[in-house]
């Protein structure tokens, strides 16, 4: 893999264990009950909904492999995580940017 390659995978990576710590700040999740404060810019409505599109992905396949994330189980301990951004939508930004300076 070049240099490059290593990069992307990074981010693959690091989406893959937020989906499996789902480790969303605890304010990311108050938006998927149906309220986002709108009050904190378009940029936090994004991230509501990239949150919520992951966790939706996340438990189907937690569904489909009976494996569930750390969340939601109670002998991890832990309530909420400190992600506030997607790895994946950093990438897709950093692409964006990568393709405009091209």
């Known amino acids: 893999m070049s240099e490059t390659d290593l990069s992307d995978f990074a981010y693959l990576v690091e989406q893959i ?34 949150a919520h599109y992951f966790k939706k992905v996340s438990e189907k396949v937690f569904s489909e492999t009976r494996f569930f994330g750390a969340i939601n189980r109670s002998s991890f301990g832990v309530s909420h995580g400190a992600n506030y951004s997607m790895p994946f939508k950093e990438w897709a930004v950093s692409m964006e940017q990568l393709l405009f300076l091209r």
């Open 17 to 50: 264990f937020v989906c499996l710590f789902e480790s969303y700040r605890s304010d990311l999740l108050v938006g998927l009950l149906g309220t986002v404060d709108t009050t904190k810019g378009i940029e936090h409505v994004e991230a509501v909904q990239a």
